[in-house]
């Protein structure tokens, strides 16, 4: 039987270096494959955030999508209703603090309002025991694709060509016919209008999330913003105002509080949790939660959304995440989208547009 090696031996120290390296290399590893650094074809929320910069180049200190928006604030009063399936502490009877933005879709803070019929709203509720709900809504009935990577696909679609400055029609008839998927959207866009104000239109979550109650019981959720003010129509007759949304909002507000019920979708066993391209059957039971009022709006130059990163997995107890996929890489390439632009020389508070780096 050998003696073993005295515990400062030349030995004893190989052995130990030897483990420090392993498990290094093994995080190296990790972090590299988490990165993409080792699989260049793996999508990534770089190559993800990178994609919006090659379609509509790059505006420092901005969002990488939903550039173009105004900040707003008000709070958020509960009816109580929703208590029995979340233990959430903003679905109590009482008021809840609510910083928030309108925007519009694309990376360009400088498009005109009227050049995408999709109008969002973003929200950060923050519960008096610190906790925070953030969420970012959409007025479409549906997500154009269900995954990730259909998402950068069609991204990759609609890649201006440097000849004509516009997407190659050919590309995007491609992807649409790889892409079945996209059917319900693409129904609902041929009739789309830009509308003429965001306080008329109804902001949907698209994704499924799930509730979970006191006692630990899940219930598959989405919910909806139904705008109490009547639908303004479209915006033709604005066609020569390319900020009229802001405006917009800004006289609404001078005349009062705007107010948003916010209704919750309640899944039945079988209702699909992991496609935003789906919806549910109409007869779903809904329940009224409370009553989203706004009062103040700012410009995004200097209002408090300008910091706040709408990350939808930021969700207090009582919210849960469902399996659907776009989830986590929303939450993943909005953080990407946040470290670009705040680390940037931010155009925000000047009075100097910031022009547009175009992506070789």
Known sequence: MHDAAPPDSPLRRFGSWTLIAAVIAITAVAFGYVGGWLAPQRLTPARLIDQFQRNAGTFA????????????????????????????????????????????????????????????????????????????????????????????AQLQAQQPDPATGKPDPAKVAAFFAAHPETAAFRAWAKTAKPSASFATENYESLNAFVFVDAHGKRQPVRWRMVAEAAAAGDAAG????????????????????????????????????????????????????????????????????????????????????????????RSAAYADSYLRRTSEEAHLTGTAAAQPEKQP
């Open 238 to 329: 604005k066609a020569g105002d390319a900020d009229y949304l802001a405006a917009d909002l800004a006289e609404r507000l001078a005349r009062g509080p705007l107010r948003w019920q916010l209704q919750i979708t309640l899944a039945n066993p079988g209702d699909p949790t992991d496609d935003a391209t789906k919806t549910w059957p109409g007869d779903r039971r809904t329940i009224d939660a409370g009553t989203l009022v706004i009062d103040a709006t700012t410009p995004q130059q200097g209002g408090e959304c300008r910091d706040i990163n709408y990350d939808p997995l930021v969700l207090p107890a009582g919210i849960a995440a469902s399996d659907d996929p776009l989830l986590p890489a």
């Open 61 to 152: 200190g901005y969002r990488r999508n939903h550039a173009k928006g105004v900040c707003v604030a008000g709070h958020f009063d509960s009816s109580g209703q929703a208590m029995a399936y979340s233990a959430a502490q903003v679905f109590a009877p009482g008021r809840t603090p609510v910083v928030g933005r309108f925007a519009i879709p694309g990376s360009n803070p400088y498009a005109p309002d009227g050049s995408v019929p999709i109008r969002s709203m973003a929200l950060r509720f923050t519960q008096a025991n610190g906790q925070q709900w953030r969420t970012g809504m959409n007025s479409m009935p549906v997500f154009p694709v269900a995954t990730p990577q259909a998402f950068f």
